[in-house]
């Protein structure tokens, strides 16, 4: 099939695309024009019936929620409850990301459980998979990993993290200047260096580039470029490594586009915050604009147990500079496996950051929401503000457990409230236009 890029191109405008242009209220056409050249994509694939979610220049900034099995701790059903959970509060797209049990399984319950466009990054399956049939990892071949990479893509796999941009001269990079800080924290980016280490040859996702991007454009998958060497300490924040990868990444993000594939490109990682602007700026100008998929970034390593708060602080700085699409930060990061409360936390925390980056993105449109919430306020119109609060049941449920005695009050200011004493002098200033 053909996909929303070699659609676009011939100037075909699909219904994923009106459909995008009238959820953002933008004309179709520009929505057309982006997706061919490569500054918008959308999740497709087939055989899953998901949402349209567009990602990319002039789009609202979208969330990814992560969940997935690890060797310790598998449970298919808690995964599936929470992919549930984090479409229920607000997660755009999903990432399965399991390392235990059965793969095939875990993947085909939770995409018939979601909405969601979902993602994964082929690599965990594979290295899975060779270390069950020949006792290690690094005897995976290539053969399996192609087949395996298309067997996803056939279940309903709608983008993919697939780690094209490590190469030997990345490598050689990261040797040349005396490995890092934080050592390598991408479990994909970690054991295909290490494949690669123990097998002397090239990455065959780089080398065989041309075979990832044929399979994933027969589905209509999203060629998501991995980030393998991202930094897991702000010290090692733009460190030549990372930076030669980035710049791989964008270069094949045009080679994709150009074949005609829907391409993204992942980012950090950790990043101090006066050095996130700097990141993203390059990655736009690299690679043409291609949409950019951040983790956090999370600006410092050391809030353990609050990192999806420290992320949330992070992913506003970049959704304002750029970022098209957050993955979250769970509480549970860098400590275990996220349980269902902390995937909700997770994708509370990044709708936050992802809302904020948009006030700034564009401000025009993303502050509507916030005058009228303001005057809501102002007018101590509480069913007015619940329906504009971004978690309006949380908001209900903390002032109905401490109600006021006056209902146009709440219980903190009580019969001081600010609002109400305010109107009571000034309110009859709003008789005019300002009211509105
Ligand atoms: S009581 Fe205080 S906090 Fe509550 S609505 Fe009035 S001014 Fe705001």
Not at 123 to 147: H, I, S, T, V, W
Not at 314 to 333: F, K, M, V, W
Not at 364 to 385: F, P, T
Request: proline share 4%.
């Amino acid at each position: 099939m053909a996909t929303q890029v070699e659609l676009a191109v011939k100037g075909t405008i699909t219904p994923q695309m009106k459909e995008i242009a009238l959820a953002e209220g933008l004309d179709p056409e520009t929505i057309r024009a982006r997706f061919a050249e490569g500054q918008i994509v959308a999740p497709i694939g087939v055989n899953h019936r998901h949402q349209v979610v567009g990602m990319g220049r002039g789009l609202s900034t979208k969330i990814n929620a992560s969940i997935g099995t690890s060797t310790d701790i598998v449970d298919i059903a808690a995964e599936v409850r929470k992919a549930q959970a984090a479409q229920a509060a607000g997660a755009d797209t999903l990432m399965e990301l399991s390392v235990g049990g059965d793969l095939d399984k875990v993947r085909r319950e939770v995409l018939a459980a979601v909405s969601l466009p979902v993602g994964n990054v082929p690599l965990y399956q594979a290295f899975c998979e060779a270390a069950r049939k020949y006792g290690d990892p690094n005897k995976l071949d290539e053969g399996m990993l192609f087949d395996l990479i298309e067997r996803q893509c056939a279940d309903g796999i709608a983008f993919m993290a697939v780690h094209c941009g490590i190469n030997l001269y990345t490598i050689e990079r990261l040797e040349k200047q005396h490995y890092r800080y934080g050592g390598l924290v991408s479990k994909g980016g970690t054991t295909m260096v290490a494949w690669m280490k123990k097998n002397h040859r090239e990455n065959p996702l780089y080398e065989k580039f041309d075979r990832v991007v044929e399979i994933l454009k027969k589905y209509d998958v999203v060629l998501s470029l991995g980030n393998g060497l991202r930094a897991g300490a702000i010290h090692d924040s733009f460190d030549r490594a990372m930076i030669q990868e980035l710049l791989i990444n964008c270069e094949l993000a045009q080679i994709g586009r150009e074949m005609g594939c829907q391409m993204m490109v992942e980012g950090p990682g950790h990043v101090p915050l006066d050095e996130i602007e700097a990141n993203i700026i390059l990655q736009k100008r690299m690679s043409n604009h291609a949409p950019y998929y951040m983790l956090g970034p999370i600006p410092c390593d050391v809030t353990a147990g609050y990192d999806h708060i420290t992320a949330a602080i992070g992913a506003a700085q970049s959704a304002r500079y750029g970022a098209d699409l957050i993955c979250y930060i769970t509480p549970a990061e860098h400590l275990a496996l996220p349980n269902e409360r902390d995937v909700v936390e997770g994708v509370k925390a990044a709708r936050v950051a992802a809302y904020i980056g948009d006030t700034a993105k564009y401000p025009e449109r993303g502050r509507r929401r916030d005058m009228a919430m303001s005057k809501a306020r102002r007018d101590s119109n509480w069913n007015k503000q619940y329906e504009l609060a971004l978690f309006s049941a949380d908001a209900q449920a903390i002032r109905s457990e401490r109600s006021p005695s006056d209902s146009r009050a709440c219980t903190m200011c009580g019969e001081f409230c600010a609002n109400r004493g305010s109107m009571e002098v000034f309110g009859h200033l709003l008789a005019g236009t300002a009211k509105a």
